[in-house]
């Protein structure tokens, strides 16, 4: 038997809670007995004694405990969406931090926010009637004993009923399970399809792209309306069926009743009290036909969010290790990324001195990137490690690391919050720290321009600004707090003139700092202020050393006209 997922230990969690709500449902059906008694007593007691006396206090006591009744399902309620919230409590932070995880374990391709639907969707469903319906189930068959006791021939009705009201369940998971399930995924795909687009807004606009794009998401929405009208449709009938069937059988009911009285065999009373227990004891069934999408819905999130924390482990604990001093170090270091059967970067290996200044250069796809991000531990090694101040960066505590280091990727995205926000990584603005950064990355002016300066808001409703300005705040929340190790992948990518010069002002200013400072660049106007330079061709490192001697070596194999020269190019 494996062991429990977190999100099995987070339900084991609150089994006080399930327990709960069993014991306050024992009291509940109890209490729907109170009906049938009314009933019974109404027509066997009163109507044949007259006392108007006896009424009065049987209706009293009926609907005191119609009340008492009330109040213990709206404390089951309770207790079930308090559950629910408990065990968003247990699962939030975990959910959020695994889909992160799993983004950056999938290079973006497994980007998605469905796993935190897939929560909301098991709790919507511990809070809703279904789940009622699964505590009132175990008291069926004391429902039917009770028919049994009013006669056996009510007895047998019940029993052929539940059994009858049972298969339709049956019959309802069995055909509509693999259509709700294979529709759930198709409109999760084409809901991320249409995220996914949305992302390159303008390219599809500019180039005419709209309507053959709409068309591939009409398709799979077409897909997915097949598949749920399909299930919806078998759904409905047997739904359809159950109704019309409970309808039925407690109107039959009064007619068995009938018979057994004009036969002497029951008292009137019975007659009505039987039709009323026989449909309490059917409600439970009912109510789960009806219900019955939503728990598969529940069922298929409950897999899914189970799937991803079996594979997305919780991340381990690490001890809070010496500040960092700016020491890189790469042994052997062999990455390979999704998508790519070969490695990307094979075997390099290198060292960074505290305080100094490296240049990646090279051809396209020779793995420059992938090395920067694997410095940060971005990318898991496939063997050989990278370590800062000689630790792994795999055992450094996220946490920590988060604050010595900084990093400015090659697609620079913004967050949703303010200028200041972005700049202090969502930690306490501190007003002084932003605005050093800011003026380290040469941007303080142009935030002063913005329609709220610091408290600018970007992204959602926000102001829209240009890939140079991202570009620049990128760079500011990089140096920001003025870590140790600062690595930026193509820097001046989208910078003008002035940008570059700014550029150059902040890398200068972070060598006096004593930053360990990693650069990706394929512009050779801004290698005049490194210290080292490494040459990156097919994933494996070919000169690393001095500036001035590296740029010699090149120019002398350029002058030879080399074909094999290592090239300067973009990441």
């Keep these: 038997m494996s062991p429990l997922s977190d999100l099995g230990k987070a339900l084991a969690a609150c089994r006080q809670s399930f327990l709960t709500t069993a014991f306050f449902s024992l009291f509940v059906n109890l209490l729907m007995l109170v009906p049938a008694i009314y009933m019974l007593a109404i027509y066997d007691r009163v109507l044949m004694s007259g006392s108007e006396s006896t009424l009065m206090m049987l209706t009293g006591i009926a609907v005191f405990l119609f009340l008492v009744l009330g109040g213990l399902e ?136 709209l309507p053959r794009l709409r068309a591939r998401w009409q398709e799979k929405q077409l ?189 620079v995205e913004l967050l949703d919050g303010t200028v200041a926000e972005n700049i202090a990584r969502f930690g306490d603005v501190e007003a002084e720290r932003v605005i050093e950064a800011a003026q380290w990355a040469g941007i303080h002016e142009m935030v002063l321009t913005l329609p709220q300066a610091y408290d600018t808001p970007l992204i959602g409703g926000g102001v829209a600004l240009s890939a140079g300005q991202q570009q620049r705040i990128g760079i500011a929340r990089a140096i920001y707090g003025n870590p140790k190790v600062v690595v930026l992948d193509e820097p001046n990518a989208n910078l003008d003139a002035e940008g570059e010069e700014a550029l150059t002002a902040t890398l200068k200013q972070l060598q006096k700092s004593g930053s360990t400072v990693i650069l990706v660049t394929h512009r050779p106007n801004v290698l005049k202020v490194v210290d080292k330079i490494a040459v990156v061709r097919d994933g494996k490192l070919l000169v690393y050393g001095p500036r001035d001697e590296v740029l010699a070596a090149l120019a002398r194999v350029q002058s030879q006209g080399s074909q094999s020269r290592p090239a300067i190019g973009a990441a």
């Design 74 to 209: 709206w404390i089951r309620t309770r207790i079930l969406v308090a559950t629910s919230a408990r065990l968003d409590e247990h699962l939030g932070e975990r959910v959020f931090d695994a889909i992160f995880r799993q983004s950056l374990a999938s290079s973006g391709a497994k980007a998605t926010s469905q796993p935190l639907n897939d929560l909301l969707q098991i709790r919507q469903f511990l809070t809703g009637p279904g789940l009622l319906a699964f505590f009132d189930a175990p008291w069926m068959p004391i429902y039917a004993g009770l028919m049994f006791l009013f006669h056996p021939y009510f007895g047998l009705v019940a029993i052929a009923s539940m059994l009858f009201l049972a298969g339709l369940a049956i019959w309802n998971e069995l055909s509509t399970r693999t259509d709700l399930a294979e529709a759930n995924r198709e409109s999760i795909e084409a809901t991320q399809f249409t995220q996914r687009n949305l992302r390159n807004a303008e390219v599809v606009e500019a180039m005419g792209m």
């Design 223 to 411: 897909r997915v309306l097949a598949l749920q009208a399909q299930a919806s449709t078998k759904g409905g009938l047997i739904n359809a069926l159950s109704k019309t069937y409970r309808l039925t059988i407690q109107s039959l009911a009064l007619g068995l009743g009938a018979y057994l009285a004009i036969r002497k065999d029951i008292s009137p009373g019975l007659v009505i009290s039987g039709s009323i227990l026989l449909g309490r004891a059917l409600a439970p069934l009912d109510q789960m036909i009806a219900g019955w999408r939503g728990f598969l819905g529940a069922r298929e999130a409950y897999q899914r969010l189970d799937t991803l924390l079996r594979t997305i482990p919780e991340r381990e604990s690490r001890m809070t290790l010496p500040e960092l001093q700016g020491q890189v170090t790469v042994e052997e270091l062999v990455v390979a990324v999704p998508g790519r059967t070969e490695p990307v970067l094979k075997g390099i290996t290198l060292t960074i001195e505290p305080g100094t200044t490296v240049a990646l250069i090279g051809p396209s796809a020779a793995g420059k990137s992938t090395l920067a991000r694997a410095l940060l531990g971005l990318h898991p090694p496939a063997r050989g490690r990278a370590c800062l101040d000689g630790a792994d960066v795999h055992n450094w505590d996220r946490t920590q690391l988060g604050g010595y280091v900084g990093y400015l990727p090659q697609d």
